[in-house]
């Protein structure tokens, strides 16, 4: 039995969610085991109901009563806070209240999708120091009529945890598709900010025990330009977690748009997995959004809790779905056919 908790979310999350339930149901199935979802309510719609953007006793649920959480997109742009800021988001609440250290997020073109850097082969995946950075300034930073700020916060702890998980996610993969080097690149402003250059230092100090692995360097200019004009040459990429949001939505735009890229949050005894995208209102309820990302996130799901031949069997259904042409994209990133007929074409082929 794999038991998972299901958030629905808002807008296309519920069909997005359904279809990612369809297909985990049907491969477990093919492989002989149980699959048990159970139902836990959050994001936006939740708060405005509530005042709260998860159910009480949640996280302590994802610990205790499931194997993992697979999470649908949240968010609603008129469910605010006093000052502005986004209400009934979860990835403070889930990242801060599970440590899921590492953001995982795999970037890689599918056969048969077209898109602006079709000639080039995508293969990697970006790690994302989770719960440092600037984005733990959410909620704390200060403000008045004539000045705003927030802080960059590093710590020793938060990121050697976080580069160790970077290479030994390389050890795993097979290398950049270019030269089949595994590598791991560090990505930062160290030749602007101390903070940067104590990520650096400390990225160079665990690269060290790593010999079997290459280290690299990249300052996140320069990063956002080589994702495009060179993205082969990459395996694993490390950083911050406000430079990793910017550089994954980067590498999205190259595979065929934020539909096709699933995300991991990891830590040393949580998980959850979503995909990258937000909830997209005006296609709720369509039958328009692409399943992909959430298909994609709940086979990391299956990888994490050591099902991995049926993870494969799933990221190989949706390969095949569209290597087939089965499943096509319209220019606006939605699947022709809508997202039902996206989620028959994978389990056709599970």
């Known amino acids: 039995m794999v038991r998972i908790a299901c958030i629905d979310g808002d ?46 006793g949640a996280l302590e649920r994802f610990r205790s009563d499931y194997d993992a959480v697979l999470k649908g997109p949240v968010g609603l742009p008129e469910v605010r806070h006093p000052d502005g800021t986004e209400a009934g988001v979860l990835g403070g609440v889930l990242r801060g209240g599970l440590d899921t ?14 898109t602006p850097t079709t000639h080039q082969v995508i293969d990697y995946v970006i790690v994302r120091e989770n719960t440092e950075g600037l984005y733990l300034s959410r909620g704390s930073g200060v403000r008045n009529d004539r000045a705003a700020s927030d802080q960059l916060l590093m710590t020793r702890v938060g990121v050697e945890r976080v580069v160790r998980f970077a290479f030994e996610l390389a050890r795993r993969r097979s290398g950049a598709p270019e030269d089949g080097v595994r590598r791991v690149t560090c990505v930062d402003k160290s030749n602007v900010l101390r903070s940067f250059a104590f990520f650096r230092d400390v990225f160079d100090e665990v690269a060290a025990r790593y010999p079997d692995v290459a280290a690299d360097h990249r300052y996140s200019d320069a990063a956002a330009h080589d994702l495009v004009v060179a993205p082969a040459a990459f395996d694993v990429l490390v950083t911050e ?89 319209g220019a606006d990133g939605t699947p022709e056919g809508g997202t039902r007929a996206v989620t028959r074409a994978v389990v056709e082929r599970l």
């Open 241 to 329: 977690n406000f430079l990793g949001d910017l550089l994954s939505d980067l590498g999205a735009a190259t595979v065929g748009g934020l539909g096709m890229c699933p995300a991991g949050n990891i830590g040393a005894d949580a998980a959850y997995f979503e995909p990258v995208h937000g909830s997209a209102p005006p296609l709720a309820g369509l039958d328009r959004a692409n399943p992909t990302s959430q298909i994609l996130s709940a086979a990391m799901l299956l990888e994490h809790v050591g099902r991995t031949g049926t993870a494969r069997r799933i990221t190989g259904a949706v390969e095949s779905a569209y290597a087939a042409g089965a499943v096509r994209l």
């Open 11 to 56: 807008g296309i999350g519920p069909e997005l969610m359904d279809s990612a339930r369809e297909v985990l149901a049907a491969a477990a199935r093919a492989d002989g085991f149980d699959v048990e979802f159970g139902d836990e309510p959050g994001g936006a719609r939740v708060f405005s109901e509530t005042g709260a953007a998860l159910a009480p």
């Open 101 to 114: 250290y590492a953001n995982v997020r795999p970037v890689r073109l599918l056969p048969g999708v077209r």
